[in-house]
């Protein structure tokens, strides 16, 4: 069996062009994987040549796979880029909208509309944290920080949302101070990014319950997000930080990319972000970042950060 993986995916093309060869190329990558392995399952014995040329096609696939992958981080990032100027006008002119006299009616068909551009404009963001990951262009703004202090903020902005969704959030800080070298803005984005997920699947005005919990050890900070929702089964939970993933039966119509980017962005400081859950009983994310001492210097200056 030959492998062929010439068909090149950079030049330009509109972005449904670009989708449509990104997806296409996957499939047939997979579909030559399949081939390859089902000519190796039934071979009765191998020679050192069906060897070596068993790895040479390997290493096309491989070289081939990298290509989607660049292919795919550019059709991210364009797409995302060019959704940017249409959203932010459309928020401005829902804006004043809003400021103007409506009739009950249209007020809440400009709040429909003024949530699904929020939620548009939280896709965009994603996308372009992705592509910035993939890419190795993140940038974090270090600086050691009290999380302690930096979930109590959180949770005071987010209790808007979930006091009006009749959900109890709630700060268990089980030690008073617990430093970490971090980019402010991008811990935080985390935070919200598990709260609002949580807030997708705990009882609404029936003792919902949404716990943030900071501990910490002797080299480790730990931020835990704890609900009493609906809960993740067992063979869901491995891949929900896989980019677009969703659980058959839940919610639709989101992203399926807040838990991958929380996750990338923990993992571009260096820490770790696990997750654990029991149907029925409710689900905990942990954060894991490294400890350091309040009075060590801060690295305030900007920094590329690759995976």
């Given at each position: 069996m030959t492998v062929s993986v010439k068909q090149t995916l950079t030049s330009p093309s509109p972005a449904s062009d670009k989708a449509h060869v990104v997806f296409a190329s996957v499939q047939h990558v997979e579909s030559l994987a399949r081939q390859r392995s089902d000519a190796l399952r039934h071979a009765p014995s191998l020679s050192r040549d069906e060897l070596v040329r068993t790895a040479s096609e390997l290493a096309q696939l491989a070289e081939y796979l990298n290509q989607i992958s660049m292919s795919r981080n550019q059709f991210f990032s364009k797409v995302a880029h060019e959704l940017r100027t249409p959203l932010t006008i459309a928020k401005g002119w829902i804006s004043m909208l809003c400021y103007g006299?409506?009739?009950?009616?249209?007020?809440?068909?400009?709040?429909?509309?003024?949530?699904?551009?929020?939620?548009?404009?939280?896709?965009?963001?994603?996308?372009?944290?992705?592509?910035?990951?993939?890419?190795?262009?993140?940038?974090?703004?270090?600086?050691?920080?009290?999380?302690?202090?930096?979930?109590?903020?959180?949770?005071?902005?987010?209790?808007?949302?979930?006091?009006?969704?009749?959900?109890?959030?709630?700060?268990?800080?089980?030690?008073?101070?617990?430093y970490a070298c971090v980019d402010r803005g991008r811990i935080a984005q985390v935070l919200n990014n598990l709260i609002t997920n949580a807030c997708r699947y705990v009882p609404?005005?029936?003792?919902?319950?949404?716990?943030?919990?900071?501990?910490?050890?002797?080299?480790?900070?730990?931020?835990?997000?704890?609900?009493?929702?609906?809960?993740?089964?067992?063979?869901?939970?491995?891949?929900?930080?896989?980019?677009?993933?969703?659980?058959?039966?839940?919610?639709?119509?989101?992203?399926?990319?807040?838990?991958?980017?929380?996750?990338?962005?923990?993992?571009?400081?260096?820490?770790?972000?696990?997750?654990?859950?029991?149907?029925?009983?409710?689900?905990?994310f942990h954060i894991w970042l490294r400890r350091v001492e309040p009075d060590s210097s801060s690295v305030r200056q900007s920094r590329g950060a690759g995976m």
């Amino acid at each position: 069996m030959t492998v062929s993986v010439k068909q090149t995916l950079t030049s330009p093309s509109p972005a449904s062009d670009k989708a449509h060869v990104v997806f296409a190329s996957v499939q047939h990558v997979e579909s030559l994987a399949r081939q390859r392995s089902d000519a190796l399952r039934h071979a009765p014995s191998l020679s050192r040549d069906e060897l070596v040329r068993t790895a040479s096609e390997l290493a096309q696939l491989a070289e081939y796979l990298n290509q989607i992958s660049m292919s795919r981080n550019q059709f991210f990032s364009k797409v995302a880029h060019e959704l940017r100027t249409p959203l932010t006008i459309a928020k401005g002119w829902i804006s004043m909208l809003c400021y103007g006299d409506l009739l009950p009616g249209q007020e809440r068909i400009v709040k429909v509309i003024e949530q699904q551009i929020d939620d548009l404009t939280r896709l965009v963001n994603d996308l372009l944290d992705l592509s910035r990951h993939e890419s190795n262009t993140l940038e974090l703004r270090l600086e050691c920080i009290d999380l302690v202090s930096l979930v109590n903020q959180v949770a005071e902005h987010q209790r808007e949302l979930t006091s009006l969704k009749g959900i109890q959030l709630v700060v268990v800080a089980q030690t008073p101070q617990a430093y970490a070298c971090v980019d402010r803005g991008r811990i935080a984005q985390v935070l919200n990014n598990l709260i609002t997920n949580a807030c997708r699947y705990v009882p609404h005005y029936d003792k919902g319950r949404i716990e943030l919990i900071v501990n910490r050890n002797e080299t480790a900070v730990q931020v835990s997000v704890r609900d009493n929702g609906v809960g993740i089964a067992p063979d869901d939970l491995p891949r929900i930080f896989e980019p677009f993933y969703q659980i058959e039966g839940r919610q639709r119509g989101k992203s399926g990319l807040g838990l991958t980017v929380a996750h990338e962005l923990i993992r571009t400081h260096g820490g770790s972000l696990t997750a654990e859950s029991m149907p029925g009983k409710g689900s905990t994310f942990h954060i894991w970042l490294r400890r350091v001492e309040p009075d060590s210097s801060s690295v305030r200056q900007s920094r590329g950060a690759g995976m």
